[in-house]
């Protein structure tokens, strides 16, 4: 079995340089593709896809949220390096909700806190009182929900099934 993070005690771990949170640009899209159709089809909801039929609908599927969501880029300072992102939407109107899709970190820079600085942006300016769902769920997952609470809700990835009850 081809586990997703086999390889992480072997990534040369970095510390993590200065850096700065801010929206994603279109020159960042490359990344964001890359990587997500690299390591999205470890996500549980998608695992016994082939990758050729994840590659079709995943692409289009991130077409979709890249549309719709904000996407929030880690750049490191100096250099310009992409170090990670989280693609993050706000669907409902009078309720304080994030709906968090997908977050990306360089293997060499995880375990970092860059996940966590990303998030808190992503919540916002309060976060205490802002609830958390996520839409895909990696073996990582686990480990984070024990530091951040969320609420795992794949059908908040489909616009139509983001309503609210009146």
């Not at 072997?10 to 200065?18: D, E, N, Q």
């Not at 700065?20 to 640009?25: F, G, P, Q, S, T």
């Not at 929030?72 to 669907?91: D, M, N, S």
């Not at 839409?135 to 795992?152: A, E, Q």
Request: charged fraction near 25%; include cysteine.
């Amino acid at each position: 079995m081809n586990e997703p993070d086999a390889n992480f005690d072997r990534v040369k771990r970095k510390p993590l340089p200065p850096c700065v949170i801010r929206e994603m640009v279109p020159t960042d899209r490359d990344l964001i593709f890359g990587t997500y159709l690299k390591h999205g089809h470890n996500c549980y909801g998608f695992r016994n896809m082939t990758r050729p039929a994840f590659a079709n609908y995943g692409a289009r599927l991130l077409e979709e949220l890249l549309e719709r969501s904000t996407t929030f880029v880690a750049e490191a300072k100096e250099g310009g390096e992409l170090l990670g992102y989280a693609i993050a939407e706000r669907p409902f109107k009078r309720i304080d909700h994030v709906v968090l899709h997908f977050t990306y970190v360089k293997a060499e820079y995880r375990m970092n806190r860059l996940c966590s600085k990303l998030l808190e942006v992503v919540k916002g300016i309060d976060p205490a009182k802002t609830t958390l769902f996520v839409t895909h769920i990696n073996p990582t997952w686990w480990i984070l929900s024990r530091v951040i609470p969320n609420i795992y809700n794949p059908f908040l990835l489909c616009k139509q099934y983001q309503t609210e009850k009146e």
